[in-house]
């Protein structure tokens, strides 16, 4: 990890509840994400990947650590200050899309910049369409869409505030193969041409793959990582090494 990092880790917990009935979800976490980097982050259920992204993100705030984003240590802001970082700094794509069935695909493009309480760019939200080959798609809504269309729109809208880092939790989840690949590749040309910096939470070895590095937890705690594009089939075997240790 280096102070250029753009996504930070220190030595960071999560602990839930308490006495008996605590459970260490994150155990002692030091990491960082390098810019125009794509890291996925994999592991066995329950090993506190999915906790790792909600902290590192801002969503949730850990028991103990740091985490710094951009230059700024998410320890030192305020409830109302981290919800202004997240919307103008961090981009987020999830499984199930998120979409607003009601608006348009342009229109849930702009809604980050709307809830920031700035007025849309209407040449800019197209710009973030077209980025994701959706430029004639605009006008329609969800329901018009089809699953990779939809998850499409949903990066157009976590690029259109241009974030320092994209976090993506499962975002090929609900996919088909052929979509899943599409997608991926989006994310990754995005980071190859444009220098995005992409942190991917996933349980597929091929989705990992598209990654230049990948970091496997277990028992809260970082036990390995492979880096330099690791071919799925090696990806494979590293996890089911974990697995196996976990059983």
């Given at each position: 990890m280096t102070s250029t990092d753009t996504?930070?880790?220190?030595?960071v917990s999560r602990v839930y509840g308490s006495g008996d009935q605590a459970v260490a979800a994150l155990d002692g976490v030091t990491t960082g994400f390098a810019p125009g980097t794509f890291t996925a982050v994999m592991g066995p259920s329950g090993s506190g990947k999915s906790?790792?992204?909600?902290?590192?993100?801002?969503?949730?705030?850990?028991s103990d650590g740091k985490v710094v984003i951009d230059g700024t240590d998410l320890g030192t802001?305020?409830?109302d200050?981290?919800?202004l970082l997240r919307r103008a700094r961090v981009g987020f794509v999830f499984q199930s899309f998120n979409l607003v069935s009601a608006l348009t695909a342009e229109q849930?493009?702009?809604?980050?910049?709307r809830l920031a309480g700035?007025?849309?760019?209407?040449?800019?939200?197209?710009?973030?369409?077209a980025e994701v080959g959706l430029a004639e798609r605009a006008?329609?809504?969800?329901?018009?869409l089809s699953g990779g269309q939809q998850q499409r729109v949903a990066i157009a809208r976590a690029l259109v505030t241009k974030p320092a880092v994209i976090f993506a939790d499962e975002p090929t989840g609900a996919l088909d193969t052929t979509t899943s690949r599409a997608v991926l590749k989006l994310l990754r040309g995005l980071v190859d041409h444009q220098g995005q910096t992409v942190i991917m939470v996933t349980h597929d070895p091929v989705a990992a793959a598209y990654a230049h590095r990948v970091l496997f937890?277990?028992?809260?705690?970082?036990?390995?990582?492979?880096?330099?594009?690791?071919?799925?089939?090696t990806i494979a075997a590293r996890m089911a090494s974990l697995e196996v240790t976990a059983c």
């Amino acid at each position: 990890m280096t102070s250029t990092d753009t996504v930070q880790l220190w030595s960071v917990s999560r602990v839930y509840g308490s006495g008996d009935q605590a459970v260490a979800a994150l155990d002692g976490v030091t990491t960082g994400f390098a810019p125009g980097t794509f890291t996925a982050v994999m592991g066995p259920s329950g090993s506190g990947k999915s906790t790792l992204l909600h902290c590192a993100a801002g969503l949730d705030r850990p028991s103990d650590g740091k985490v710094v984003i951009d230059g700024t240590d998410l320890g030192t802001l305020t409830e109302d200050e981290l919800t202004l970082l997240r919307r103008a700094r961090v981009g987020f794509v999830f499984q199930s899309f998120n979409l607003v069935s009601a608006l348009t695909a342009e229109q849930n493009v702009a809604l980050p910049l709307r809830l920031a309480g700035r007025r849309p760019d209407a040449t800019k939200v197209r710009a973030a369409l077209a980025e994701v080959g959706l430029a004639e798609r605009a006008g329609h809504r969800p329901s018009e869409l089809s699953g990779g269309q939809q998850q499409r729109v949903a990066i157009a809208r976590a690029l259109v505030t241009k974030p320092a880092v994209i976090f993506a939790d499962e975002p090929t989840g609900a996919l088909d193969t052929t979509t899943s690949r599409a997608v991926l590749k989006l994310l990754r040309g995005l980071v190859d041409h444009q220098g995005q910096t992409v942190i991917m939470v996933t349980h597929d070895p091929v989705a990992a793959a598209y990654a230049h590095r990948v970091l496997f937890l277990a028992d809260g705690r970082v036990v390995d990582e492979l880096t330099g594009g690791p071919g799925p089939e090696t990806i494979a075997a590293r996890m089911a090494s974990l697995e196996v240790t976990a059983c």
